[in-house]
């Protein structure tokens, strides 16, 4: 099993930025796509970005392409979130999972949930 940690959340004014990691213990995840979702107050969790084992594919959902970056260094077992030009509707609780990616709307979460990192952006 795989745990991971989120950390890089916090506070802004929109039109910021943040960049959040994910740090994965437990095993190496370098072999596996790496996602990051999103779970805003009284809504579901979101899928946001997903970035193939060895970087070279990245996916986004439409409402975040050009804004964040999706990252890996796996010599450190780490996932980045790049987020620029940050909207109030980007506030949420994100995430970093192992995925099994098969588009935007089928991508598969494979371990228990970290605890996230809070991301709040003030209009």
């Known amino acids: 099993q795989v745990q991971l940690v989120e950390s890089g959340g916090g506070l802004v004014q929109a039109g910021g930025s943040l960049r959040l990691s994910c740090v994965a213990s437990?095993?190496?995840?370098?072999?596996?796509?790496m996602g990051w979702f999103r779970q805003a107050p009284g809504k579901e969790r979101e899928f946001v970005a997903a970035i193939s084992w060895n970087g070279d594919t990245t996916y986004y959902t439409d409402s975040v392409k050009g804004r964040f970056t999706i990252s890996r260094d796996n010599a450190k077992n780490t996932v980045y979130l790049q987020m620029n030009s940050l909207k109030p509707e980007d506030t949420a609780v994100y995430y970093c999972n192992v995925v099994d990616y098969y588009s935007n709307y089928d991508v598969t979460p494979r371990h228990s949930w970290g605890q996230g990192t809070q991301v709040t952006v003030s209009s």
């Open positions: 437990g095993r190496t995840v370098s072999s596996y796509a």
